[in-house]
């Protein structure tokens, strides 16, 4: 659906049972799917929005090619009777044309600014998270449990130190991640704005990403210690136990109080602890990331702007120097040209 030039993502809806959660859009996006439309039934509120606006849309659709039907004939005949007035006052015509070459670049590269694609999310950081669940998981995978208290002491702290590593590795993958993002973002706007090739030493370092608050892990260990299994069993005889006796001992044992810890569940507890931490830490990264975008295309956007509002003033300047005629073409011009770029941001819109 997605290749199909006559369908576009806002026309999909996605049912998907809520049991799935965001998992389910997180696929959709992994296929293509920018901002999935996930619905629980065909009665959502959001379809019938959808059937009641689209016929609306395409009659506003079908209204603007036939303005620009009727735009794009009137301009041959303006660009005629401007090619005519341009033998006189060449000059001024030479000038008006430069800046108008300007105006358009600049409309040009204010168009990336003001159709933001929107910041999917970074694979290196879902990948880094597989990476920390994946390393508790596999940890101590081979064995069962621990049956001596001391032993599941010792080895609770020392499950703990590694998920602090794996965790300390995990952020700072999410550190460079936004780093190589934010340098991206902070290249492709300089790129777009200098596409415009008009004054483009504008610097942009009143912008920044926003600093990430981190959250670090909580000790797990007691926690670990309490995930345990009693029960009384008869205690086992070792081979020079059986042999010392040599079989004629034959006073009834007393069942022994055996405490089971299992790997297992430590592994499950770890997951639960740590997984919404490091989801956490990966929204707040996308977020920042996000309003660096939108912040940094707004600084662009409104510089952009002012030079529009620049030229065009220039422009008016030089094309009160022509004959009242040709200031009478001039301003049918500037009417053609207004009115196209309101055809196209209601298209856009």
């Known amino acids: 659906l997605l290749n199909r030039s006559d369908v576009s993502q806002d026309q999909l809806f996605f049912i998907i049972s809520p049991a799935l959660g965001t998992k389910a859009e997180r696929v959709l996006r992994d296929l293509g799917v920018k901002e999935p439309q996930v619905v629980t039934s065909v009665k959502d509120s959001r379809i019938y929005r959808y059937l009641e606006v689209y016929p609306v849309s395409e009659y506003i659709h079908d209204a603007i090619r036939a303005f620009r039907e009727q735009t794009d004939d009137l301009k041959m005949i303006l660009d005629e009777e401007s090619r005519r007035s341009e033998i006189t006052n060449q000059d001024i015509h030479e000038r008006i044309n430069g800046l108008d070459d300007i105006l358009i670049r600049l409309k040009t590269a204010d168009e990336y600014f003001l159709n933001l694609d929107n910041l999917g999310m970074p694979k290196e950081l879902t990948d880094a998270k597989t990476n920390l669940l994946e390393s508790i998981k596999h940890w101590k995978i081979k064995k069962t449990k621990i049956t001596k208290i001391d032993e599941a002491l010792k080895l609770s702290v020392e499950f703990q130190t590694e998920l602090n590593q794996w965790y300390e590795d995990f952020r700072e993958m999410t550190g460079r991640v936004n780093t190589i993002v934010c340098s991206a973002i902070m290249n492709r706007c ?83 602890v740590v997984e919404p931490i490091a989801d956490d830490l990966i929204q707040k990264t996308q977020f920042s990331l996000q309003k660096y975008y939108k912040d940094l295309s707004n600084l662009y956007d409104k510089q952009i702007k002012t030079l529009i509002a620049e030229v065009t003033s220039e422009r008016d300047q030089v094309s009160s120097q022509l004959s009242k005629e040709e200031r009478l073409l001039q301003n049918d011009i500037d009417w053609h040209t207004s009115f196209c770029d309101q055809l196209h941001d209601i298209e856009r819109a």
């Open 190 to 272: 300089s790129e777009w704005y200098k596409n415009a090739a008009y004054k483009e030493d504008f610097q942009s370092d009143d912008i920044g990403p926003d600093i990430i608050p981190d959250c670090s892990l909580p000790g797990i260990v007691e926690d670990l210690m309490k995930l345990k299994e009693e029960q009384y069993v008869m205690p086992k005889e070792d081979f020079f136990g059986k042999f010392f006796k040599g079989g004629q001992d034959n006073t009834p044992q007393e069942p022994v109080l055996e405490t089971s810890y299992y790997y297992e569940k430590w592994r499950e507890h770890a997951i639960e």
